[in-house]
Nanobody, 123 residues
Framework: VQLVESGGGSVQAGGSLRLSCVVS????????MGWFRQAPGKEREGVAA????????AYADAVKGRFTISQDATKDTVHLQMTRLRPEDTAMYYC??????????????????WGQGTQVTVS
């Protein structure tokens, strides 16, 4: 599966951005999509995840109430709506896909396919 992110950019604190991830393959093995981020000098961390054929979602504590993950009805695009952005949200944001039952943000290493990333900068 190929994943292509878009929608990153620079924004002032308190602003909003919407990231999108287009999933190229119609493959029912890939049933979970996640957003992760990595700031310079820090480990990659989970942000949000969504079960593609169930709409169950999971969020990291740091973004609960500010970020929303969603999917198009066609299930080929996943979005991350980010509001009330903070400077500490500055990072490269990646979308990722996996199969299997677990769909959460705790373990980026279990996601098998990754996009190239899109930069989000909050000042």
């Amino acid at each position: 599966v190929q994943l292509v992110e878009s929608g990153g950019g620079s924004v002032q604190a308190g602003g909003s951005l919407r990231l999108s991830c287009v999933v190229s393959a119609d493959d029912y093995r890939w049933n979970c999509m996640g957003w992760f981020r990595q700031a310079p000098g820090k480990e990659r961390e989970g942000v949000a995840a969504i079960l593609l054929r169930g709409d169950d979602t999971a969020y990291a504590d740091a973004v609960k109430g500010r970020f929303t993950i969603s999917q198009d009805a066609t299930k080929d695009t996943v979005h991350l709506q980010m509001t009330r952005l903070r400077p500490e949200d500055t990072a490269m944001y990646y979308c990722a896909a996996k199969g299997g039952g677990y769909c959460g943000t705790d373990s980026p290493e279990i996601f098998a396919s990754w996009g190239q990333g899109t930069q989000v900068t909050v000042s």
